[in-house]
């Protein structure tokens, strides 16, 4: 089994400032919180981000968004976080949404090697449509969806044993998975490293294949909207 | 929003009567999410939420709550006897394959003909669509769950929605914190009021035609 559990220093230099990253999580939940603080104090900027969403202002993702590390964000909702709101009516952040099902269809066609996908989510919405091929199959008209890859993902999971087999954590879940595949380097930071073995190799969500390198997690540093 | 958290849970509760035991129902985000509060009654409904789970149960009491099990709003939720955990592609199946009985979701604007629009502020800050779309188009019934008015006392409900549309006729049901709507082939008919509203508060704040059912359920 391949060595894959790292410190987190010799797992960022990955990480470069002008490139493109999925990140795991919904509404910051199921982000990684350990890799996005070392993300900041390491100064990576211009980013490209590949996300659910813009998390909150002071919670997961949304960090780097308040920080003014991002340029650009794929996303399918940005309304919890009024900083992306902001940078977006300024111009400062360019901001490309997906309906939040055609999003994780794009990255999972990245991640299993497909071009893209058909879908008819949005083909009568002319600002979803607008720039997209119509493709017609089976006599059905359909939007061509293209695929979505990036130069890391990082992700959140619960368990990872040394070859990056992972599982996750009940809505922790997420894009996790479909990211895990999507990147050429996926860094899965997680709860607990477990002994070879020791994971059900039936219960397991994410193959080690997927899985460049792990991480222990630090654990969350913001305090959750409920709290 | 702008609404007390009564008013809020008389439109929850209300919503929640259109569930029938079985149903598979999705719940978005704001007033909404409260309908799984109102649920005793029904059996083996499940509820669904866009970030991978099926069978939400009600709120958990304050210290109980997993950080790690939220609904898609952000909030902590418990899961019912039979849940699952699953992925957003596996969750946007559910959706788009035509699973989900039901969505209850919010809205800025609805025509008379059903069209939803939630997901654009022209000249305000844009939030994105987020999963609506999928579920506005694919669920077999869509309840919208929303203030009458404005902030500013503008009609919600109108003849033509003037705000980017999320998807076209599509809506079946408006509930207010005044009204209850059916959309029908006929327009739209009032069938409940909110008390203490009357049938003409609610015609004089509705910007399009409505037809007034006979008997007229008073919401209390």
């Known amino acids: 089994m391949g060595q894959k559990v790292k410190k987190i220093e010799e797992v960022l230099d990955v990480i470069k400032s002008g490139s493109t990253i999925m990140i795991g999580g919904f509404g910051g939940i199921g982000n990684p919180p350990t890799l996005i603080q070392a993300i900041l104090e390491r100064g990576i900027r211009d980013l490209t981000i590949i996300c659910n969403d813009t998390g909150f202002p002071a ?128 860094i899965a930071e997680v709860e607990s490293i477990v002994p070879d073995g020791s994971l059900d190799a039936e219960s397991i969500i994410t193959p080690g294949v997927f899985v460049q390198a792990v991480i222990k997690t630090d654990g969350v540093n913001w305090k959750w909207v409920w709290e | 929003m702008g609404l007390g958290i009564e008013i809020r849970s008389r439109i929850a509760r209300r919503a929640a009567q259109e569930i029938s035991d079985g149903m598979i129902v999705n719940l978005g985000i704001g007033i909404p999410s409260l309908v799984a509060n109102f649920l005793e009654n029904k059996k083996n409904v499940m509820i669904q939420a866009e970030n991978g789970i099926l069978g939400i149960g009600k709120s958990p009491a304050k210290g109980l709550e997993d950080k790690n099990l939220c609904n898609a709003g952000g909030y902590p939720v418990t899961v019912c006897e039979g849940s699952s955990y699953f992925d957003s592609s596996i969750a946007f199946g559910m959706i788009r394959k035509g699973y989900i ?94 008390s203490p509203f009357t049938v003409e508060e609610v015609i004089h704040s509705t910007a399009a035609p409505l037809k007034i059912r006979k008997e007229i359920e008073v919401i209390f």
């Open chain 1, 59 to 186: 919670i997961g993702v949304g960090k780097l968004i308040t920080n003014g590390r991002v340029k650009k964000v794929i996303v399918s909702h940005i309304g919890s976080n009024p900083i992306a709101g902001r940078l977006m009516e300024e111009g400062k952040l360019e901001v490309e949404f997906s309906p939040q099902g055609t999003l994780a269809e794009r990255i999972r066609a990245g991640g299993v090697g497909l071009g893209g996908v058909l879908t008819d989510v949005g083909i009568d919405n002319e600002i979803v449509q607008k720039g997209k091929k119509i493709v017609e199959a089976d006599g059905r008209k359909y939007l061509l969806e293209t695929a979505l890859t990036a130069d890391t993902a990082i992700i959140f999971g619960k368990e990872s044993d040394h070859f990056g087999n992972l599982i996750y954590d009940k809505s922790a879940r997420n894009m996790n998975p479909l990211m895990a595949m999507a990147a050429d380097y996926t």
């Open chain 2, 101 to 194: 009985d039901m969505t209850i979701l919010g809205a800025l604007q609805v025509s008379e003909e059903g069209d939803l629009a939630n997901w654009i502020v022209p000249g305000k800050i844009v939030p994105g669509m987020g999963g609506a779309m999928e579920l506005a188009q694919k669920a077999k019934k869509v309840v919208v769950l929303m203030n009458h008015v404005t902030k500013k006392g503008e009609p919600k409900i109108m003849e033509t929605c003037t705000l980017p549309l999320t998807s076209k006729a599509c809506v079946q049901l408006i509930i207010t914190d005044r009204a209850v709507i059916e959309v029908t082939n006929e327009g739209l008919v009032l069938t409940g009021i909110m």
